[in-house]
């Protein structure tokens, strides 16, 4: 009846974004090699917006608003910019976020995906306030995914230099008390280096002192984005009159470089740095296995990490070669992302509107982009299980079980390895329709784990 | 028995109900209101012997020891053979005005026990399975009598049986609530061995019947449903046609309890949509259906298995009704389905052809096309 292996399911549901089609078949010979692979570059659509686009637009509506206001018809003109420019918002925002969910659903290679999600949320920005709304789902399409299978290192240098964690992180006015402009009372912003410290390489634990995050933040002083009204380019600026002078000291080296060189440098050794290594090589484990990772397996991903100079298609191949990925027992209780995208993509539907897939996202507490802190959204079951996002599950899926004609038992086929003797198998061969056995599929402890 | 036998059987004792009831195919009188069919599916397998209860076949009380004494109120007598559920309180005004004829041991022609596939049969209405098609749907294609005529499905998309016509709509309210109450028992049941998501839903179904009528949202209720299908129906778009789903018939277990409510959720539909229908009532014909009947043993948990006999009901203001239909196989072992099941002597489809040739106007070469291997009876079933 089960033609494929426990191994082929745990591929396709622990490491991707969910069986779709076929997949457990492909990956039935071979698992491990079947997601080896999966790790392709993403491709992702270049027709839609971009951040230099989008930074563009915005300055042209913070003109447009500048004018209304001092129009005759002074309040309506500037609500018809307000409006106009909201419209722009939402789409930017929304329409850029679904086309990455709608990808990632049609994808071959969702392993690559899961991992794109992965480190968005280890970057996470926030789309809280106009710009921030506007830019947020540019990060992960433009610094994460072009990075995706690389070293970390360009990863953390692409993230940090994008406008979207420089605004997200107050860093576009971060300059020197002894820069040019810092005589004139400008003056330092802790934000961006803080957290870089804290969530982007050490960890909370990685053994920095607030000097350390001091230093940093000096070190990046005068990274920046441009105004593209008064200057005449858009997106990621280094402005140099902001540069705090002289020689730094981060975690115990000194950096003598000058000018962007030396935030660089920084930047570069906190990619590389053994706590690095180990704090995201932990989350990966914790992503990706279970919510208490296996300090063995922890352990064989920091030495190829370290090995490889932190290659991130290394550390994946690492992790699917070990056996301690492979446990049988489901260790991780799907997100809420997870789920909708694994349901979704296990019923077979290939798109998803905008609206629908906020309202729902929105109701299982998971937008993208609304994280609200720069750590991001959990990682672990205790904050996704709860009663009211059961019923919240329940009505979502008997939604899509009545609107969906997929045959519930070849989805099972499809998607879970069970067995007709398990229990699960019995409830949806046994339901008293179509329609319930689907969303008991989707509902069952087995699809609601992975 | 073979499938063929069963089907042929089928068409045999179509004539035997036609020699009882010599009537000629009823023209629809001419009345100016639209002539109204509403289909209404009882997914899950409705018992059929604890509905329409066959009180004086000697086997009845020895079959179901416990179920056969477990109604709450005295049974409401029909004919001097049967009785309907006490929950069925509607129904049998209806009755008794002429507006309802049940049809005992009737059944589509499936032979097998799935209610996936039993369900996909008597909404295609065809003996090869192609879910592309269902009758109603190929029905109103042949609907000259009112060619504007356009129906509606109370679904969030098309059920089977109103596939293939482009007359067809789907509808479903949004101040509801998407998940329908049947869903959480079968969910309790898959939950058993996980005690993290069993306590989960226990404490989710508790808030929310704490919250109870404080929330904006009900649960999608078939009453409810039934209630807006009327109001669809009755209101001037030329919507002549409906169906309605309505789950949580599969009773395994605690059937007298489970079956009590559920007849009375379906009792209470019903009459919320003659309500609404208001002066089409007269007009409507309402079909009620189930994929199969249940065993006409009790099990061991206070529950029925799945059977192949079962009932339908015929009823609305254009319904020639207030007699039991049907042909009584009786429930000796020799008597039964495969030793088990109450016997179909009589088909779904031809009762349903039936309807369509004196309701719809539907000729035989219509129906042929509707039911390629069920003919109508002849039987004066409307009006």
Known sequence: MNATTPQAAIAVNRFGLGAKGDELAQANANPKAWLKQQLQPIKLSNSLYTSDYILTELAKYGEARRQAKKSKNAEAEFDKTNKERGKFLQNSYRGLSTDTFVAGLNSNNSVSWRLLDFFSNHFSVSASGPQMTAIASTLEREAIAPNLLGNFEDMLLAVTKHPAMIVYLNNERSFGPNSRIGKKGRGLNENLAREILELHTLGVDGGYQQQDVIELAKGITGWSIANPRKEDTVGFMYRSWGKEPGDRVLLGKAYKQEGMAQGEAMLKDLANHPKTANYVCSKLVKHFISDKPSPDLVNILVATWQKSGGNIKAVMNAMIDSDLAWQAQKQKFKTPREFVMSSLRAVGKKNIKPKELFFTLNTFGQQPMQAGSPAGYSDEQQDWDGANALMSKIDWVSLLARKSKANAEKVMQQTLNLKPSEHTYKSVVRAESRTQALALLLLSPEFLRR | ?383
């Open chain 2, 1 to 383: 028995m073979k499938r063929r036998q069963f089907v042929k059987m089928l068409g045999a004792s179509a004539s035997l109900v036609a020699m009882q009831s010599p009537v000629l195919a009823a023209i629809n009188k001419s009345s100016k209101k639209p002539a109204k069919i509403v289909w209404l599916v009882l997914r899950g397998a409705m018992d059929s012997l604890h509905t329409v209860v066959p009180v004086t076949d000697p086997d009845y009380v020895a079959l179901r020891p416990k179920l056969s004494k477990a109604f709450k109120d005295e049974l409401l007598p029909l004919d001097a053979n049967f009785a309907l559920h006490p929950s069925l309180k509607h129904l049998h005004s209806l009755y008794k005005n002429k507006q309802m004829s049940p049809v005992v041991a009737v059944g589509s022609g499936y032979p097998k026990r799935s209610h996936f596939d039993g369900q996909d049969y008597l909404e295609s209405g065809l003996s090869t399975m192609n879910h592309d098609t269902g009758w109603l749907g190929r029905a109103m294609n042949q609907l000259e009598l009112q060619p504007n005529s356009k129906a509606l499905a109370v679904a969030n998309s098309v059920p089977i049986s109103l596939r293939d016509t482009n007359k067809v709509s789907s509808w479903y309210p949004t101040n509801l609530k998407d998940a329908d109450e049947s869903i959480y028992d079968s969910l309790m049941n898959l939950y058993q061995d996980d005690e993290l998501l069993l306590s989960r839903l226990n404490e989710g179904l508790n808030t929310q019947q704490m919250a109870g009528e404080n929330t904006s949202k009900k649960r999608a209720k078939f009453i409810d449903l039934a209630r807006s299908c009327g109001k669809l129906l009755a209101s001037d778009n030329g919507t002549d046609c409906a169906m309605l789903e309505f789950g949580g018939w599969d009773t395994h277990n605690n059937q007298a309890f489970r079956l009590a409510k559920q007849l009375s959720d379906l009792d209470s539909g019903i009459a919320a949509l003659q309500q609404e229908l208001g002066e089409h009532w007269q007009n409507t014909v309402v079909m009620v259906a189930t994929e199969f009947g249940r065993t006409v043993k009790e099990n061991g948990t206070g529950g029925t298995d799945h059977g192949t006999g079962g009932a339908m009901f015929m009823l609305g203001g254009a319904v020639n009704g207030g007699k039991v239909l049907g042909n009584w196989p009786g429930l000796k072992a020799e008597q039964l389905f495969a030793g088990r099941d109450l016997m179909p002597t009589t088909s779904t489809f031809s009762w349903i052809a039936t309807v369509l040739q004196q309701h719809w106007q539907l000729s035989n070469a219509d129906i042929s096309k509707v039911f390629p291997d069920a003919k109508a009876y002849k039987v004066k079933l409307t009006a």
